[in-house]
């Protein structure tokens, strides 16, 4: 069974600040992570993923996460907020490189101007 | 390429009717899934297949809800009879080698 928590369901940070969001993660297996990003009335579109290859991840729009095996987390971060970077987040897990993606609850990221 | 798309967009239907939702995964893609997002539950697995074949559906609430993908372009959802508790945002992904994209969503609203 696989499980994900974020922690903070509402994070707010100032626009050009470091943005931390948190993840944590439960896997029977080794895990396949993955951060997506769902702006309003919108679908999920793909930020980055962790497929135990390098263990720090780059994505697009300057994100990238650290996979730590001992903390079992995969927190996401950006050195500079832009208001634009203001969205839902979902950490989400996958196990065995086949299935269905277990989600968090999603932490939704407001940046204050 | 135009991604994954789902129609319709927006839905609304009364208790009772049935309801039948649409996806086209992005072409060459193996993998297709179904998820529902609510309030309450957040976003959870409905069901997925592998080359048109159903391969795990235990996501799947009730009876009601069927899911067919009779080729290789094309899948539907199906909620037979619909209930207001059945109000949701229904995204359909494809995959290819493990990474999934995600449709823009069909939004029910059942009265």
């Known amino acids: 069974a696989q499980s994900v928590t974020q922690l903070g369901s509402h994070v707010s940070v100032s626009e050009g600040a470091l943005v931390l969001l948190r993840c944590n993660y439960s896997?029977?297996?080794?895990?396949?992570l993955f951060w997506y990003v769902q702006y309003p009335n919108q679908g999920l579109q793909l930020l980055l993923k962790?497929?135990?290859?390098?263990?720090l991840v780059k994505g697009i729009n300057g994100f990238e996460a650290e996979f730590k095996k001992s903390e079992t987390s995969f927190h996401l971060t950006k050195p500079s907020a832009h208001m634009s970077d203001a969205a839902e987040y979902f950490c989400?897990?996958?196990?065995?490189?086949?299935?269905?993606?277990?989600f968090g609850k999603g932490t939704h990221l407001i940046i204050q101007p | 390429d135009a991604g994954v798309i789902q129609s319709p967009r927006h839905e609304v239907t009364e208790m009772g009717q049935e309801v039948t939702l649409r996806c086209k995964p992005i072409?060459?893609?193996?993998?297709l899934f179904w998820y529902r997002q609510t309030m309450m539950r957040g976003l959870e697995l409905l069901i997925y297949?592998?080359?048109?074949?159903?391969?795990?559906d235990s996501g799947m609430p009730e009876d009601r809800f069927s899911a067919k993908m009779p080729n290789a372009s094309f899948s539907t959802l199906k909620i037979q009879p619909s209930e207001p508790r059945d109000s949701a945002v229904y995204f359909c992904?494809?995959?290819?080698?493990?990474?999934?994209?995600f449709g823009p969503g069909t939004r029910l609203l059942v009265l």
């Open positions: 992904a494809s995959s290819f080698m493990g990474t999934q994209y």
């Open positions: 962790y497929t135990s290859a390098a263990t």
């Open positions: 989400a897990v996958q196990g065995g490189g086949a299935d269905g993606l277990t």
């Open positions: 896997s029977s297996v080794p895990p396949y």
């Open positions: 297949f592998n080359n048109n074949v159903p391969i795990d």
């Open positions: 072409s060459g893609h193996d993998y």
